[in-house]
């Protein structure tokens, strides 16, 4: 299990999809181009999709039906070289995303590790503490 965010995006990096409800996990996985199935249980989930072009890989946990779910993964698997490929055009934007990651980890000290006794940012619920690391949980 990764401990910093910089562990986890290494991780997913590797990945040849995800699928997900979390919304960070999803941003995560766009900015290192892994295709994505995103299960949408809020709006910003759904706008977030819509916003890089992948709403066809998105299923509304509200309104879901059951055979739509396996033809919506089948679709990004067959077409996730593609889809990678479509991302990679974004990275200029997911460079920059990853390098201030990067900053804000050495700006605060940690250097990407979990100090103990140090409040962190969970990126899952955004606590926020004195000073900032980043966990994923």
Avoid: Q
């Amino acid at each position: 299990m990764p401990e910093t965010s910089l562990e986890a995006i290494d991780l997913m990096s590797r990945a040849s999809m995800v699928t997900s409800a979390r919304f960070h996990v999803l941003i995560f996985a766009t900015m290192v181009a892994v295709p994505m199935v995103a299960l949408s249980y809020d709006p910003k989930v759904s706008a977030f999709m819509a916003s890089i072009g992948e709403l066809d890989a998105c299923l509304d946990l509200r309104g879901i039906e059951t055979a739509t779910a396996p033809a919506v993964v089948d679709l990004v698997w067959k077409e996730r070289e593609f889809r990678r490929n479509l991302r990679d055009a974004c990275s200029p934007i997911s460079k920059r995303s990853l390098e201030n990651l990067v900053l804000l980890n050495h700006r605060f000290g940690l250097n990407g590790a979990r100090v103990p006794g140090v409040p962190t940012i969970s990126i899952s619920n955004l606590e926020v503490g004195s000073k900032v690391g980043f966990a994923i949980t």
